[in-house]
């Protein structure tokens, strides 16, 4: 009966996503936004990790990087020092890129003041609640990943859509859960986030990539 | 042992952890700003030994899996007072569940060297499952964590106390043991640090059954 057990249990916390997303820019005529994580520096590496939304209007040279404790204008969207292990999860370009990031340069800056004011580590308001929050607020279809631990701050109590818009969740500063057609099942005990997404197919951890099965959306 | 015995040491022990604390707060008052930590995400493949032939094999799983994430910190530069958190959760087939969720709200603790420490404290726990009956656990829970060197680690935890069932109020033993052997790699960028995936086993004793399994898990720690 435990002949399985060793390889199951490797697997569930190496934590692993097979078929990453691959770090390829839009071209530069065309308006972009990126969803990005990494993982903080060593030793924190696989039990946290740090969003960043990078814009970029068509035919500029340089991305505008928007997150907490950071920013300004780069050339490389996917790399932000000293973030480690980068994750590219999402990717929105043309007409619902432009329409993003004039949302994006509208709400972000009086989110990320709002949460720089109040930080709290676990289980919020951090850098995973500000890209949460915008996510949300622009419509941006996407979903942190299960160790971006403070994605599902929403103070005390609070209920809403989900950022992919497909569920509902219901949280408090201590638990919380939340269902969606793809996001599936998730459970989310102290910041820590356990699960299963439906799309694409992964068991949900507070480690490594965050996911075991495919690769973040 | 009397119940009344039972009360007079655990309560005896309580207030020598108490007292420990006291002194490791009264040190850390007077200067003191070490302290080590670590933190714990563990992953288990526990089956449950067989029954002997005249019982009655119990309900619930007879292997499960089991996820945990336990925290565990000591203020002091060598000795101070030490806290812990741990929650627990499992499932298995035959379909079954388990819970422990564990509260070490006073102890003591040794720092060794940089982020190595042992300590003891009194655990508070609710626990209970398909195959255990709900229960209010108090026992002595102790922590060791011992570098090798700059990449190997031994970590082990022990919990030894009774289990209080919620539905008729008896009295269980339980003894758990979980140690295991962390490969990974230390930093000094901020303060020494170290972090790894470790492998290693565990065993139970809990309201007269017997589990055993594999863990496997990931842990960082700090200390100064």
């Not at chain 1, 949300?136 to 996407?142: D, E, F, M, Q």
């Not at chain 2, 758990?176 to 052997?181: F, H, L, N, Q, R």
Request: proline share 6%; charged share 15%.
């Amino acid at each position: 009966m435990l002949g399985r057990a060793p390889l199951t249990v490797l697997l569930v916390v190496g934590g692993c996503a097979i078929l990453p997303r691959q770090f390829t820019a839009p071209p530069a005529d065309t308006p972009a936004v990126i969803l990005m994580t990494g993982g903080l520096p060593p030793p924190m590496d696989q039990i946290a990790r740090h969003p960043w939304l990078a814009t970029r209007r068509a035919g500029e040279a340089e991305w505008h990087i928007w997150e907490v404790g950071g920013g300004g204008t780069q050339a490389d969207p996917f790399h932000n020092s000293p973030y480690v292990e980068p994750i590219l999860h999402g990717v929105w370009t043309g007409a619902e890129a432009e329409t993003a990031i004039a949302c994006i340069e509208r709400v972000a800056p009086g989110v990320k003041a709002h949460i720089e004011r109040h930080y709290f580590l676990v289980p919020g308001p951090n850098s995973n609640t500000f890209g949460d929050e915008v996510l949300r607020a622009c419509k941006l279809a996407a979903s942190l990943p299960a160790n971006s631990v403070g994605k599902d701050y929403r103070g005390l109590i609070g209920a809403g859509l989900t950022s992919e818009r497909t569920g509902v969740q219901l949280e408090t500063a201590l638990v919380g859960v939340k269902l969606g057609l793809r996001e599936g099942v998730e459970v989310h005990i102290l910041g820590l986030t356990f699960g299963v997404d439906l799309w694409p197919p992964a068991i949900l951890i507070p480690l490594g990539a965050g996911r075991i099965g495919f690769a973040d959306r | 042992m009397t119940s009344r015995r039972r009360t007079t040491r655990g309560l005896g022990a309580t207030a020598l952890l108490l007292a420990a604390t006291l002194l490791g707060c009264r040190s850390l008052a007077r200067g003191g700003d070490g302290f080590a930590a670590s933190l714990t995400y563990q992953a288990a493949a526990i089956v449950r030994a067989p029954a002997d032939g005249t019982a009655a094999p119990p309900p619930g799983p007879r292997a499960q899996g089991e996820l945990t994430v336990r925290l565990a910190a000591m203020v002091g530069r060598r000795v101070g007072p030490l806290v812990g958190l741990s929650l627990a959760g499992g499932g298995g087939a035959p379909l079954g569940a388990s819970y422990d969720v564990a509260l070490v709200p006073i102890g003591i603790g040794a720092r060794l060297h940089r982020s190595s420490f042992v300590g003891i404290g009194l655990a508070l726990a609710t626990t209970g499952g398909s195959s255990t009956d709900d229960a209010i656990v108090v026992a002595g829970q102790a922590y060791a964590e011992l570098a090798l060197g700059h990449r190997l680690r031994l970590l082990s935890y022990a919990r030894l106390g009774s289990d209080q069932l919620i539905a008729d109020g008896l009295d269980r033993r339980r003894l758990e043991v979980t140690a295991a052997v962390r490969l990974g790699h230390s930093f000094d960028r901020f303060i020494p640090a170290s972090n790894g995936y470790y492998l290693g086993a565990t065993w139970r004793g809990q309201q007269g059954q017997e589990q055993w399994g594999l863990v496997i898990g990931h842990s960082l720690d700090a200390g100064r």
